[in-house]
């Protein structure tokens, strides 16, 4: 008896061990603890589509490895028919199973990319919080309008308040992408893409350019921190003692490749530098300084000029 029950018992455990080891896992993987609203739609998406199409992989495998055992060289089946050419089930099976995976999963990513529409904005209580980004050669620049303050590989953000980015580059194609609070946004010189998101938790996480760029981009990473609203006031007042600021020379200065750049933080930030960095490649392009109820927003050609999401 102990001799059957003690190697169940050590598989029993082993099992456990390996789905304890899976969880933590899992815990480190950011774009499956999502932060806020838009990146939990975003997980479960990804969770229905994964598992809407391993309804379809897993029999498929099994059936795959039932056939080659079933009839192996050395199994003597009876019901072994070599004129066997097709069968209507089958088919049937075949053709329309993967017809209504793909329709079903087509169905909900088409009403899901609506819903998560990066321009959609985020209702709150407080006014959404502006901030404009800007890709280099190979560094982030995060310009806070409002607070008339900007700095390099550093976006802090405060929890609970909605957060729209507007985002643009200089002068290399880049992507933004946070894992578990920003989905990848691309942005190219000239042009002006948006993306709103709202953090449910303080944290610090890890943000990156997901586009090839040049030798340095591996290295273009900045923090990402989501602070309490005091936590946020006094990461502003420390701001605001920094000797650094950034006017036409500096961001000059700053727009050179470097890579490694040190997390910066700049006091003061010369007002519309944003829409000259837009402007520099596509004079056409006159976006708002700053979006707000009283600013005029985007109209349909601007839009229209903008970068794909």
Same mark, same amino acid.
């Given at each position: ?30 774009? /499956?603890? @999502?932060?806020? %609203?838009? +990146? #939990? =739609? &975003?997980?479960? *998406?990804?969770?229905? $589509? ?65 819903? /998560?529409? @990066?321009?959609? %904005?985020? +209702? #709150? =209580? &407080?006014?959404? *919080?502006?901030?404009? $980004? ?176």
């Amino acid at each position: 008896m102990l001799d059957r029950v003690i190697p169940r018992a050590r598989f029993l455990v082993a099992g456990l061990g390996l789905l304890s080891l899976t969880g933590c896992a899992i815990s480190r993987m950011p774009i /499956l603890n @999502p932060v806020g %609203p838009v +990146a #939990g =739609k &975003q997980t479960e *998406l990804l969770l229905i $589509a994964t598992v809407t199409m391993l309804l379809i992989v897993v029999p498929i495998i099994l059936a795959t490895l039932w056939v080659v055992w079933r009839y192996r060289a050395s199994a003597k089946s009876v019901d072994y028919d070599p004129e066997f050419t097709s069968s209507r089930t089958l088919g049937a099976v075949v053709l329309f199973v993967p017809l209504i995976t793909v329709a079903v999963i087509g169905a909900i990513t088409w009403f899901s990319t609506h819903d /998560l529409d @990066p321009y959609k %904005p985020i +209702a #709150g =209580k &407080q006014a959404p *919080l502006e901030i404009q $980004a800007v890709g280099l050669d190979f560094k982030w620049l995060f310009i806070y309008p409002e607070q008339g303050i900007a700095t390099v590989n550093d976006l802090v953000v405060p929890v609970d308040r909605p957060v729209t980015i507007r985002l643009s580059s200089d002068p290399m194609m880049t992507s933004l992408f946070v894992p578990g609070l920003i989905t990848q946004i691309y942005a190219m010189p000239g042009m002006e893409t948006r993306t709103n998101f709202l953090a449910d938790r303080t944290i610090e996480l890890q943000g990156r350019n997901g586009n090839y760029s040049g030798l340095g981009f591996s290295h273009q990473h900045f923090k990402t921190r989501v602070l309490t609203s005091e936590e946020f006031e006094h990461w502003l007042r420390k701001v605001d003692a920094s000797p650094n600021m950034l006017d036409r020379a500096a961001y000059d200065a700053l727009v050179k490749p470097t890579d490694g750049y040190p997390v910066t933080a700049y006091r003061s930030a010369q007002p519309g530098l944003f829409v000259d960095i837009i402007k520099k490649y596509s004079p056409a392009h006159t976006p708002p300084a700053r979006l707000s109820a009283a600013a005029p927003s985007v109209d349909a050609d601007n839009k229209h000029q903008e970068g794909h999401h």
